[in-house]
Each structure stands twice: as structure tokens, then as C-alpha cells.
């Protein structure tokens, strides 16, 4: 079986910072991870799921308008982890932000995501 599984959401206020993690989890997750290009989603409450930054297997990056200059994708395909550095935290940032890879058909179900609260 192969997952998803998020976390390093929170609350955090207007300005401040979180850092998320994605690790792909299950014994067919280590063979095919490093094979996709992989993204952050989020999904804000009443809005479709929007993905928001993007990662090829050798770390090319690309971002979303709306986070480009504040959030910093990574990955380490050694260890099936991803990550999302996410700096000067808006308001409307706050989602439920999942991980998966950016193609039609995933291998990967969508996994619980990781709530990311930002207070003004």
C-alpha cells in the first residue's frame, strides 16, 4: 500500500512561518517517488484544491502567483520526504494543504492533508 501523509500544519500569525512535510510512505513509495514531479496543494474552505507549487525530480521549482517569493519547495528523494517552507503568512493562505504528484492519474490517493491556520 502506498500514502501520502502530511503534517508541520498549524496556527500561526499574519507574518509568521510553518514549515510542512510530505512523506510518501508504503514499500512501493520508495521505487516510484523520485519518478514524479510533485506538488503542494491547497484547498481553502468553499474553493476548489489548487496547486500552488511544484517540484521536478531533480529540484527544478515552479509556484503559484500567489506564493511565489514566500513559500520554498524541496524535496529529498533518498529519504521520500517533500517539504514546504512557508515565510510572511497571509491570511489567505489558510487551507488544508495536501501533497501529491502533479499528474492525472496519481499513484497516491489524496492523504488527510495538514490544516494551516493564519490569524490577522
Known amino acids: 500500500q502506498v500514502q501520502l501523509v502530511e503534517s508541520g500544519g498549524g496556527l500561526a500569525q499574519t507574518g509568521g512561518s510553518l514549515r510542512l512535510s510530505c512523506e510518501a510512505r508504503?514499500?512501493?513509495?520508495?521505487?516510484?517517488?523520485?519518478?514524479?514531479?510533485m506538488g503542494w496543494y491547497r484547498q481553502a474552505p468553499g474553493k476548489q484544491r489548487e496547486l500552488i507549487a511544484r517540484?521536478?525530480?531533480?529540484?527544478?521549482?515552479m509556484y503559484a502567483g500567489s506564493v511565489r517569493g514566500r513559500f520554498i519547495i524541496s524535496r529529498d528523494n533518498a529519504k521520500n520526504t517533500m517539504h514546504l517552507e512557508m515565510n510572511n503568512l497571509k491570511p489567505e493562505d489558510t487551507a488544508v494543504y495536501y501533497c501529491?504528484?502533479?499528474?492525472?492519474?496519481?499513484?497516491?490517493?489524496w492523504g488527510q492533508g495538514t490544516q494551516v491556520t493564519v490569524s490577522s
Open positions: 508504503g514499500a512501493a513509495s520508495g521505487g516510484i517517488f523520485s519518478g514524479y514531479v
Open positions: 517540484i521536478t525530480s531533480d529540484g527544478s521549482a
Open positions: 501529491n504528484a502533479v499528474i492525472d492519474y496519481s499513484p497516491w490517493q
